[in-house]
């Protein structure tokens, strides 16, 4: 790897998202290429110059830039310090090949709530064990974008209030296997961005952070219970006792172990 580039790049296991990039460049410039997603990037540090159909434009850290598939494009840091980037790839499928030409004339969104919903997907995305966290997020990303780009999903009138209660019936159910929100979607019958909308709306938290909820819940009473921590982790769907204690600890805010540190045995001694 050239001095000065650092790179990770890996396939998550959330549906819609090919690949997930995090890069730091110095002193390379990306020639004229095209790929067969969408490419969702921040910039994190720099900025970076590039053409796209026969337009110069510009990725400041500010900005969402949303290059289309099959749309040839280049990119070359525009400072000298380089640039940092953070780049989701999407299948086209998610926001469709219609939107291609409004995304090629205006690639560059400045909202900055959309670019807090991108850095949190990036944050979920790199954390073991969060997949529904991620899907819900890109759902919201999915549906935020299209508005922007000038297409709202179709959205399913009526209805949320009964939908939110039969996902929380699902995800109760589900505590310990878990859900993705495409299941949970066909299940239930519903356009995933409109079921975590229904549900937000109805419970004050999105379905993934509801469902860790429900499973540090779980493994509080199992702890109370004597079990050990390495054996409810898994008894309470986590995936192991490190992703229990993150979430523990986010929840409770102390580990699991100091959280039973002082449990009184409800045991009696027969006199």
Known sequence: MPPGMRTAAWRPRVEGIQEVLHARLLGHSYPMHTHDS??????DDGVVRYDLDRGSHGA????????PPHIPHNGTPATARGLR????????????EELIGRA??????????LRRRVHRLHTALTLPHEDLEA???????????????????????????????????????????????GEAAALLHAH??????????????????????ARVDLA??????????????TAAGFYD????????????????????AGRRSTSRTGR
Do not use: C
Request: hydrophobic share 40%.
């Open 38 to 43: 969408w490419t969702l990037l921040l910039v």
């Open 60 to 67: 400041p850290s500010n900005l969402v830039t949303v290059l």
């Open 85 to 96: 980037k953070r780049v989701l790839y999407l299948d086209t499928a998610l926001l469709g």
């Open 104 to 113: 090629a004339d205006r690639p560059g969104i400045d909202d900055p709530g």
């Open 135 to 181: 899907e819900s997020r890109l759902a919201l990303i999915v549906e935020h974008v299209r508005a922007r780009l000038g297409r709202a999903p179709e959205a399913r009138p009526g209805g949320g209030d009964v939908l939110a209660h039969r996902l929380r019936d699902l995800l109760h159910a589900r505590v310990r296997e878990g859900v993705t929100l």
């Open 192 to 213: 995933p961005t409109h079921l975590v909308r229904a549900f937000t709306r109805e419970f004050g938290m999105p379905p993934h952070r509801y469902l860790v909820s």
């Open 220 to 233: 509080r009473r199992l702890l109370l219970d004597g079990r050990p921590p390495h054996e409810v982790a």
């Open 241 to 260: 006792q490190p992703h229990l204690t993150r979430h523990f600890k986010r929840v409770l805010g102390v580990s699991p172990g100091r959280y039973t």
